[in-house]
């Protein structure tokens, strides 16, 4: 049993429209994402992350090649997959409340339950107190909080992150990297997080994958090897994870 969220890429060749030609981004990629890991995606500008991300998302049809989530071929977006991206995306005009609690009234689940599962993810991030707050009246880390309770909010299996926390300032980023992890552990869907930063990359997640521009497939395949019980500052500074960034940065350089 693979457990929910286990995704294969199988072969994927991205691209986009250039003229009467195709240019393509993502030549012959394939990974699997165990359900409920946690990978990073990392990667010159322009080297296709967000192609591959918003692909996985069921928002680009591969030029060949498919990618299946739980057995099943992704191709349209789904409730089993979230997104959760760097610019804001909460309707303005709804609360916190109301923004969490959208996705699963539109599933059809009735207003009770829906506030209930709306309460539930917004105390998860660290938002109570703030139900009735419109995104304007909130802080951008604050905003990014509410996103990432209404992407869980529908339960997904795969929770899909386009640096989330780029624009963010380094002690808003650190928080909420901290309450990530802590939502990861607790809920157990399998994240996929692109980003530029290489620490963030090692600091949260348990794969790191880098892309490269050249080739548009996997340069290289970087476990980090974290474990849970060590305290964050810790591992961060131990001679081990040192290594390991300078082996991320020789091969984002290669
Ligand atoms: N909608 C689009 N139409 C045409 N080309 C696109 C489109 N979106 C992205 N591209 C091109 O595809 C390539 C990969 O873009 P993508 O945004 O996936 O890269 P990225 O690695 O996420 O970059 P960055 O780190 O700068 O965000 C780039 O050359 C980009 O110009």
Same mark, same amino acid.
């Given at each position: ?25 993502? @030549? ?13 995606? /990392? ?27 739980? +057995? ?10 979230? /997104? ?12 916190? !409340? ?11 689940? +009735? ?14 991030? +660290? ?20 996103? /990432? ?21 380094? @002690? ?12 990861? $552990? ?31 497939? /996997? ?20 001679? @081990?994870? @040192?290594?390991? !960034?300078?082996?991320?940065? $020789?091969?984002?350089?290669?």
């Amino acid at each position: 049993m693979k457990g929910i969220g286990h995704i294969e890429i199988q072969q994927v060749c991205l691209g986009y429209k250039s003229g009467l030609d195709i240019r393509t981004v993502i @030549q012959d990629l394939s990974l699997t994402l165990d359900a409920g890991s946690f990978t990073s995606l /990392i990667g010159a500008s322009g080297c296709g992350k967000s192609t591959l991300l918003n692909a996985i998302g069921g928002h680009y049809k591969p030029l060949s090649g498919s990618i299946i989530l739980d +057995g099943v071929e992704i191709k349209t977006p789904g409730a089993d997959l979230g /997104i959760v991206f760097q610019q804001h995306t909460l309707f303005p005009w709804k609360t916190v !409340k109301e923004n969490v609690r959208f996705g699963p009234m539109r599933r059809g689940v +009735g207003r009770a339950a829906a506030d209930k599962l709306a309460d539930e993810y917004i105390e998860l991030v +660290g938002l109570s107190g703030y139900e009735n707050y419109y995104p304007k009246m909130l802080s951008g880390g604050m905003q990014h909080r509410a996103e /990432i309770a209404r992407a869980l909010a529908n339960k997904p299996a795969v929770l899909l992150m386009d640096e989330p926390f780029g624009a963010l300032d380094a @002690q808003m980023r650190a928080s909420l990297q901290d309450s990530l992890l802590s939502i990861w $552990e607790s809920t157990h869907v399998t994240i996929v997080f692109v980003t530029h930063d290489v620490n963030e990359a090692i600091r949260l997640s348990q794969r790191v994958v880098i892309i490269s521009r050249r080739s548009g497939s /996997i340069s290289s395949i970087i476990e980090t090897n974290k474990n849970h019980d060590e305290p964050v500052e810790q591992y961060m500074q131990s001679r @081990q994870t @040192q290594e390991l !960034k300078r082996r991320c940065l $020789e091969m984002l350089s290669a």
